[in-house]
């Protein structure tokens, strides 16, 4: 009995100590939802909408990009790469959009400024989801500005989900952001 009672606490007390170490360890990195940080994209636009249903047993994600299309150069319209899990899905620019098929479960988001600026490659926004299979999810990525010469400069970027309704509406009318690698 004695013997017992010794062997209780001890699987205790390790139980314990595993517990304590676990909580002890640090986070992994939440720029761990980013792709490799040394890809870059060129993104061309496709056509305008094209949503499709999920696949069985998947979710559907979608990233749409807002940015003015009206501006006639690009740095109104930033380059930012999609990652999802620490794998890049592509690039969007100006009024464009990303799709993935995705597994259920818990992912995590990665909106990451591509820009050879110091100041606008360090903007990132993140988010994390519970996807279920049969559903879709939609985030809309808007830039933010800042006063200055010209009308400003693009100054953050701000990735945040939204409706059903309003995300279809807006991939309606977004082009689909074919992008790759750069080599």
Same mark, same amino acid.
């Given at each position: 009995?004695?013997?017992?009672?010794?062997?209780?606490?001890?699987?205790?007390? +390790?139980?314990?100590?595993?517990?304590?170490?676990?909580q002890?360890?640090?986070?992994?990195?939440?720029?761990? +939802?980013?792709? #490799?940080?040394?890809?870059?994209? #060129?993104?061309?636009?496709?056509?305008i909408?094209?949503?499709?249903?999920?696949?069985?047993?998947?979710?559907?994600?979608?990233?749409?990009?807002?940015?003015?299309?009206?501006?006639?150069?690009?740095?109104?319209?930033?380059?930012?790469?999609?990652?999802?899990?620490? /794998?890049?899905?592509?690039? /969007?620019q100006g009024?464009?959009?990303?799709s +993935?098929?995705?597994?259920?479960?818990?992912?995590?988001?990665?909106?990451?400024?591509?820009?050879?600026?110091?100041?606008?490659?360090?903007?990132?926004?993140?988010?994390?989801?519970?996807?279920?299979?049969?559903? /879709?999810?939609?985030?809309?990525?808007?830039?933010?500005?800042?006063?200055?010469?010209?009308?400003?400069?693009?100054?953050?970027? #701000?990735?945040?989900?939204?409706?059903? #309704?309003?995300?279809?509406?807006?991939?309606?009318?977004?082009?689909?952001?074919?992008?790759?690698?750069?080599?």
């Open positions: 009995m004695r013997s017992r009672v010794l062997s209780l606490v001890a699987c205790a007390f +390790a139980s314990c100590s595993l517990a304590i170490a676990a002890t360890l640090p986070p992994a990195s939440p720029l761990a +939802a980013c792709g #490799d940080d040394k890809t870059s994209f #060129d993104v061309t636009r496709g056509a909408g094209g949503q499709v249903d999920p696949a069985p047993g998947k979710a559907m994600l979608y990233i749409i990009e807002l940015a003015d299309l009206n501006d006639k150069g690009k740095i109104g319209r930033p380059l930012v790469r999609q990652g999802l899990d620490g /794998t890049w899905i592509g690039a /969007t009024f464009t959009y990303v +993935a098929p995705i597994d259920p479960g818990i992912h995590h988001l990665c909106s990451h400024w591509q820009s050879r600026l110091k100041r606008w490659s360090d903007q990132v926004s993140l988010n994390n989801f519970e996807a279920v299979a049969g559903k /879709t999810y939609y985030f809309r990525l808007q830039i933010g500005y800042e006063a200055g010469v010209d009308g400003g400069a693009p100054a953050m970027i #701000d990735l945040q989900p939204i409706s059903e #309704d309003e995300g279809r509406l807006l991939v309606s009318e977004a082009a689909r952001s074919s992008s790759k690698p750069k080599s």
